[in-house]
């Protein structure tokens, strides 16, 4: 037996499938992270300015990160107001939008892997591939700050 050959039946129970299949615990882990992030974000409000997570980076230095305001831009966004978002951080929308599609993706490619389970390697490797360049796109100015500073 392969490592990417399913060892559970198709018609087995999906709480079977779920706990012996990594890819789905991993998806269900992440999806679970993601909305973890959403709650944290509509939660508090970035009118009364009540986050408990402060930018460390701001509090030592005095000066302000490429991930500053990151909280309150997504927070805006959860309530519709894109351009007051912009305001507190420019790429507020690019990781709003990363962590929307990847919630989307966790969703979808669980889907297709529960119901096409011969085709576990290659949908492994499309979510592969389709999450490291989201992410390049999205995280690319708080990769080059890192590196500004080095």
């Keep these: 037996m392969t490592l990417w050959k399913s060892k559970i039946s198709p018609g087995s129970s999906l709480t079977v499938r779920f706990r012996n299949e990594p890819y789905l615990l991993i998806n269900f882990i992440l999806a679970g992270v993601i909305l973890l992030v959403f709650i944290y974000s509509g939660f508090f409000s970035p009118d009364k300015d009540n986050y408990p997570v402060v930018c460390i980076h701001e509090k030592l230095t005095g000066e302000q990160c490429a991930s500053c305001g990151l909280s309150h831009s997504i927070s805006l966004i959860l ?13 507020g929308l690019r990781v709003f939008i990363f962590f929307a599609a990847q919630l989307l993706m966790r969703v979808v490619f669980s889907v297709f892997y529960l119901k096409y389970p011969g085709s576990g390697k290659q949908l492994i490797t499309y979510d592969v591939a389709v999450s490291v360049m989201l992410f390049i796109v999205s995280f690319l100015p708080f990769i080059k700050w890192i590196f500004y500073f080095l």
């Design 79 to 91: 309530r519709g107001r894109i351009s007051e978002a912009y305001d507190w951080n420019l790429y």
